[in-house]
């Protein structure tokens, strides 16, 4: 696990001295290390990750019930690609509307809070190679053979939320559009036969079947231009994005993402 950040006078005269007598013997230190020059990565604070994220968005980043400590998928993500490029971690836990201000103001280093990719994004940050892969899905009840395709959406009932871009999907699909606030009650309507489907982001129905168990409910397909989600950085991080490029892919290859993906959705979410 990634080393907590303390702040101790013990502690941090104890490391500041081993750090003069390294910095004297001209010993250099490992990946994500630092020496008198400055931090490699030209991060926030010098040896440590600082992290955004919400903290309110769950199963993504979240503080776990009794315990409240912050936990979630990203949560373990940036926590173990830290811990692989030696470094601590710190979270910075930010209101969505004012996350990428503060990256840009210098706050924190990246953030980690299921930021999709897309044109507009690109254009103003990097981001690391995707950890989340997310195709829209139809969710039906179990055994409901009538409906295997967005065309047989046509003169069926879907229930959406008409904020979202689902309803739109629905509508291009043919479908008839029962307005609901959101998917807890798009599932209610499904489980009690009062529509035929509804449509939505992968993530949300895995989630929904691991906390909840059993749904008696399946996904009848799947759209062919999934979301991907990675972390993201500001312009001038191109070491740091290639380091934690490295970190994604040592921990994609040793099982450790889907083992986290497993433990969130049930499934290795990452591909």
Request: with cysteine; hydrophobic share 40%; net charge negative.
């Amino acid at each position: 696990m990634p080393r907590t950040r303390t702040l101790l006078g013990l502690a941090a005269a104890s490391a500041a001295v081993i750090a003069l007598a390294a910095c004297s013997s001209g010993t250099s230190g490992s990946a994500g290390s630092t020496d008198a020059a400055g931090d490699e990565y030209g991060l926030v604070t010098a040896g440590t990750l600082t992290v955004a994220t919400e903290g309110t968005y769950r199963p993504f980043s979240y503080h776990e019930d009794g315990s409240g400590d912050l936990v979630g998928y990203d949560v373990e993500i940036a926590e173990a690609v830290a811990d692989e490029l030696g470094l601590d971690i710190e979270f910075q836990e930010t209101q969505w509307d004012a996350i990428f201000a503060g990256l840009d103001a210098g706050r924190f280093d990246v953030i980690a809070n299921q930021v999709s990719i897309n044109p507009e994004r690109e254009k103003q940050y990097l981001f690391s190679q995707p950890y989340t892969v997310s195709p829209g899905v139809i969710v039906v009840k179990q055994g409901d053979s009538s409906i295997s395709s967005f065309d047989d959406l046509a003169g069926k009932t879907t229930a959406q939320s008409l904020t979202s871009n689902w309803y739109e999907l629905a509508q291009e699909s043919g479908a008839n559009v029962e307005a609901v606030e959101g998917w807890a009650q798009a599932v209610a309507l499904l489980e009690q036969g009062r529509v035929d489907a509804t449509i939505n982001d992968k993530l949300t129905f895995l989630d929904y079947v691991n906390t909840n168990g059993a749904s008696g409910l399946e996904v009848a397909a799947e759209t062919d231009d999934p979301s991907l989600s990675a972390l993201a950085f500001t312009k001038d991080k191109e070491s740091l994005v290639a380091a934690v490029d490295a970190a994604l892919a040592e921990l994609q290859a040793d099982g450790t993402i889907a083992k986290i993906g497993e433990k969130y959705f049930g499934e290795d979410v990452s591909e």
